[in-house]
Each structure stands twice: as structure tokens, then as C-alpha cells.
């Protein structure tokens, strides 16, 4: 059997022309087979183990990326990991121009990320009243942070990009601070919600990231997170994985992370038949242990196996899908079209669907 081991573990700053060369290895250029037995240069973050099987070696660019499934747990992530300085670089000056192609976002986006912002409210509206204190990690342009505050809730929230976070400060006047999770401090069980939507795959230490976010919490209180579903079967096979996306989380690997956290789940919804992982946990006691699922490492192999184009493009769900995002598109280019600030635009899409009350009135 063919063992393919990673032979340089330091990132080198070596890439295609076009790659970001910060997230790049000398490594990920020598490219192996998917889905052969892999030697990681990075150990798991979960488990310690250094046993994996290569589910990808190319990124929704094209460009080299090796992503190794552990054979022990099912944590799936990117190989070798980019270090904690290159990390902070990229995220303070290049991550929201590369992924999103501009430096502060469109009206466009801001709408877009109004909608959604809407759809996670409702969860945030069933873990905590205003004025609860809540923690938005990884705030982004700060549409969510906004319709928290504006709706009574005692907001702050941590964003890396100075483009983005400084747009936020000025459009919104909400509270961001700047750095990634490794820059931020805070007083232990200050906080009674934590949200993190698309921010934990990021990290280059779910597991630390994760005890950290624990400690804010006040007992009893809720972290709401969500990231890329792994397992997901209505993804396209050439837009899943990412230079920025460090890992790649199945429910039982996430679950096993969030209790060694001193986290207990309540919700951990990865349905295959969804793009996105939602999780729910409360703070415990103390840290928990929790036993491998002997299936994860072979579901997100299949998972894997399954995610071809031919499947993708005959699936009832993707035309469904396209259908849903065109309709979308319609909406955000008629609301850019409007001549609305950005702040103005989330005002009226936010009373239209989430109206103050007396109570959560900023």
C-alpha cells in the first residue's frame, strides 16, 4: 500500500502564480493521490494522531492543497497548517479582499449578509434576552453585531480585518476589536451567548480557540456556532475546500472538541442534506472526555468518495439551490440599486423582518 508522508513541515513562502503565497507550503507542491494512506506533517488537533487518508489535494482554485482525514477521529484538516504569524497577516490584510475581491464590503454583500443574519437571529433570539452580553467571534462587516445591538443586546465582537471591522465601526457604531481570538481578552464568564459563524475552521487551534471561547462563557451559557458541514452531500465538489479553511468538521469530531472544551452539545446538526454544521453548546462544569467514533474517519472518506460533479449536477437540490440564489441575487442587486447607505439598507430590511420592541430597543 502507498503511504505518502509530508516531508517539509515548515510553511514555505513558495506558490502558483495567483496563490497566496503565505498559506502555501513547499509540501502541498508535491502532489500525492486522493484518498491513499498520508502522513501528516501537522498531528491532529483532536487526537495527537499522525495517521491520515488524503481526501483532496487541490483547492476551489485549483491550486495544490493537501486535506488529510485522521484516521482516528475523522478531523479533517489542511496539511501542513500555516504558521500562527502568517495566519494573522493574512487575515489582517488580504483574507476579505481574496474571498470576497474588495477591501470594505458592497451594498451587495452587506444585504446579503443582512439576510443571514436574520436566519441565525431567531437561534440567538431562543438562548438569550436582551440585554444579555454576547460575544460575536469573527465579526466580519458587522451586519450580525448590528442587528444584536440595535435590538438591545450588550454587543461586542472580535474581527482581524481592518478594512472590514473599521467599516463596521464607522457604518454601525457597534463595538469591534481588533486581532484575531489569540489577540482578545476578556474576564472569565462574561459572557452569557458566544457566536461564531465560519470563524472556527480558521483557526489554527480549534481545540484552544474552543477552551478559550469556554472561559468567556458564564456557567450555563451558550456558545452558537457554525461551520462548513464535511459531510455535506449538496456542496459543489470543486468549491469546498479552501487555502484559508484550515479545518473541516463532522459532527462527532466537533462534538468530541467542544467537550474537551468544557462544552456539553446541545444541537450538532450535520445533516448531509445541508452545506453547513450547526452546533449549540453550553458551558459545564468541567472538561469532558469523550470516546472516538469508530465511523467518522470512514463517513467523511465517503462523504469524500460520494462529492463528484456528475452527482452534483443531477441532484434535485442543486437546480433547487441555483433557483434559491438566483432569486437572492435579484433581491441584493435590487437593494444595491436603491441608493441606500449600508446602515440604511440593514435598517429597513431588519424592521421589516425583525422589528424592535420595547424591550430589545437600542
Known amino acids: 500500500m502507498r503511504v505518502f508522508q509530508s516531508t517539509n513541515p515548515a510553511p514555505r513562502l513558495r506558490a502558483p502564480i ?3 503565497p503565505a498559506l502555501t507550503t513547499e509540501a502541498a507542491l508535491s502532489t500525492p493521490t486522493r484518498f491513499t494512506d498520508y502522513i501528516p506533517a501537522s498531528p491532529c488537533n483532536l487526537c495527537g494522531a499522525r495517521e491520515g487518508t488524503l481526501v483532496e489535494t ?11 482525514c485522521c484516521r482516528h477521529c475523522g478531523l479533517t484538516y489542511v496539511d501542513p497548517l500555516p504558521s500562527s504569524a502568517e495566519l494573522a497577516r493574512f487575515y489582517a490584510e488580504r483574507y476579505r479582499r481574496e474571498y470576497k475581491s474588495a477591501e470594505t464590503p ?22 438569550a434576552q436582551p440585554p444579555a452580553r454576547v460575544l460575536d467571534c469573527g465579526a466580519g462587516g458587522g451586519e450580525f ?12 465582537g472580535i474581527e482581524p480585518n481592518d478594512g ?16 484575531t481570538l489569540d489577540d482578545a481578552s476578556f474576564a472569565d464568564a462574561e459572557f452569557d451567548l458566544i457566536t461564531i459563524f465560519h470563524a472556527l475552521e480558521h483557526f489554527r487551534d480549534p481545540r484552544l480557540g474552543l477552551a478559550k471561547l469556554a472561559t468567556w462563557l458564564r456557567p450555563g451559557g451558550h456558545l452558537y456556532v457554525e461551520v462548513p458541514n464535511a459531510l455535506t452531500e449538496v456542496s459543489s465538489p470543486s468549491n469546498l475546500y479552501h487555502y484559508a479553511h484550515l479545518f473541516y468538521f463532522a459532527p462527532g469530531p466537533l462534538t468530541r472538541l467542544a467537550r474537551s472544551a468544557g462544552l456539553v452539545p446541545l444541537l450538532v446538526d450535520g ?3 445541508k452545506a453547513n454544521l ?5 458551558r459545564a462544569e468541567a472538561a469532558t472526555a469523550s470516546e472516538a467514533e469508530p465511523s467518522a474517519h470512514a463517513d467523511v472518506v465517503e462523504a469524500n468518495r460520494r462529492r463528484t460533479l456528475s452527482r452534483y449536477l443531477l441532484s434535485g437540490s442543486t437546480w433547487v439551490g441555483a433557483a434559491n440564489r438566483l432569486w437572492a441575487r435579484t433581491q441584493e442587486k ?29
Open 106 to 127: 458592497s451594498i451587495r454583500h452587506v444585504f446579503r449578509a443582512g439576510r443571514v443574519a436574520l436566519e441565525r437571529f431567531h437561534t440567538v433570539a431562543l438562548l
Open 164 to 179: 472590514y471591522r473599521e467599516f463596521a465601526r464607522a457604518e454601525y457604531g457597534v463595538d469591534l476589536r481588533p486581532g
Open 334 to 362: 435590487r437593494a444595491s440599486r436603491a441608493g441606500r447607505s449600508a446602515r440604511a439598507t440593514l435598517d429597513a430590511l431588519y424592521e421589516k423582518e425583525a422589528p424592535r420592541t420595547s424591550r430589545g430597543a437600542g
Open 58 to 68: 487541490r483547492d476551489r482554485r485549483g491550486a495544490p492543497l493537501n486535506v488529510t
Open 271 to 273: 445533516a448531509p442534506s
Open 145 to 156: 453585531a448590528y442587528l444584536l445591538a440595535s435590538r438591545g443586546y450588550r454587543l461586542t
Open 18 to 20: 495567483g496563490y497566496p
Open 278 to 282: 450547526t452546533a449549540v453548546f453550553r
